[in-house]
């Protein structure tokens, strides 16, 4: 087992790796992880090593539905041992029937919350996030209904993702309005190169008590160390989807963040991650994996080596402006 720490998901009771595992590669086509089999090898590995917060969706997978179907089935005798997180509100084309739009409606999400719990094979849901604003239903509508699901016992706490600074205030505050449960976490791309969550995310998520989990945290995988000016493996996201990526990488930041890693002795994945970590509010790194031996690595990789505050702030600096 590797030797991680866990933190609570904001001001909750509910504690998660400090790494935990993203899933949205569960079922991509041309993937390790594509199949079941390659499913349950990421899985168990990252059981096995101690990682024990999963964050998947709805939507993830070739075909909608199909990260959760494959992770039912991983998950079925070990259940107990995660804290099991998905999300609803993005467009399922149609697998939850029309829907208008008004995802975050108490018509729709009740049929999105029986849809998931059926695929993943499960009486209860850990952590059921709102994926995206819903700009038709008024929030007090979705938070009435999340609110029943929790009585309900079909969930046990509720967070949201993508929403904006002023958005998470809104929430908030009508939660206290209506006396419902508030929203304990908050999803939000960030990583060393997209850092605009600094901007009114973070403050708001660190005035309310959320925990924060940071989506895209090695941007696709480009802070794994293995890529570089000239490319990188042929079978990675980055090489076979998004090659822009490399090419509009600011390359002459990244080799000096090498450099002051080279320095320390300590990988580029092992700082990315001790940045991250260090950043206030943040729960939980929901990096994605492909293959066992890289989820083994993320845990093994997160407590090598601890950052000085003048080295994390000397790392934000370094990508405050990167070229
Ligand atoms: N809320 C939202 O709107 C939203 C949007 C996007 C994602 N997310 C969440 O965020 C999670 C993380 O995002 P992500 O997985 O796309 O991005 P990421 O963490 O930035 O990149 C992870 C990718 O890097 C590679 N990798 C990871 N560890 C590695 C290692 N030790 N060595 C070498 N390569 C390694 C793997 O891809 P390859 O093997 O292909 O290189 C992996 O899929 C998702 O699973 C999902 O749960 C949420």
């Known amino acids: 087992m590797a030797n991680i720490e866990y933190r609570t998901l904001g001001n909750s009771g509910l504690v998660v790796s400090t790494i935990g595992l993203g899933c949205n590669n569960f079922g991509r086509p041309n993937t390790a992880s594509e199949t079941q089999a390659g499913t349950d090898a990421v899985i168990h590995a990252a059981i096995d090593a101690g990682v024990t917060f999963f964050d998947t969706a709805d939507i993830y997978g070739g075909e909608r539905g199909l990260s959760e179907t494959l992770m039912g089935n991983s998950l079925k005798r070990r259940r107990n041992e995660i804290v099991l997180a998905t999300k609803f509100g993005m467009d399922m084309a149609g697998a939850n029937g029309p829907d208008w739009g008004a995802r975050g409606s108490r018509r729709y999400v009740r049929l999105a919350v029986e849809a998931s719990l059926r695929r993943l094979q499960t009486d209860w849901i850990d952590l059921y996030q709102l994926h995206t604003p819903d700009h038709t239903t008024p929030i007090e ?16 706490y509720i967070g949201h993702s993508n929403l ?27 990583s060393l ?39 990188g493996p042929a079978d990675s996201r980055i090489m076979s989807l998004r090659p822009h990526l490399l090419e509009t990488a600011p390359w002459d930041t990244i080799e000096k963040y090498e450099a002051f ?11 990315t991650l001790a940045w ?23 845990a093994t990789a997160a407590t090598e080596w601890t ?14 402006n990167p070229s």
């Open 141 to 156: 509508e979705t938070l009435s209904v999340l609110d029943d699901l929790i009585t309900e016992g079909k969930v046990r």
């Open 164 to 190: 904006s600074g002023w958005q998470i205030a809104d929430a908030e505050y009508k939660a206290v309005l209506g006396g419902h449960p508030k929203f304990i976490s908050a999803q939000n791309e960030y």
């Open 193 to 231: 190169l997209v850092r605009g969550a600094e901007l009114e995310v973070l403050p708001a998520v660190n005035a309310y008590g959320l925990g924060f989990l940071p989506f895209f945290p090695l941007y696709n995988g480009l802070f794994t160390g293995k890529f570089s000016r000239s490319g």
């Open 261 to 271: 890693c080279a320095e320390r002795g300590v990988s580029m994945l092992s700082a």
């Open 276 to 298: 991250l970590l260090a950043q206030p509010g943040l729960s939980s790194v929901i990096a994605g994996a492909t293959k066992p031996e890289q989820i083994l690595q993320n």
């Open 307 to 320: 950052p000085t505050a003048a080295e994390v702030a000397e790392i934000s600096e370094l990508f405050a």
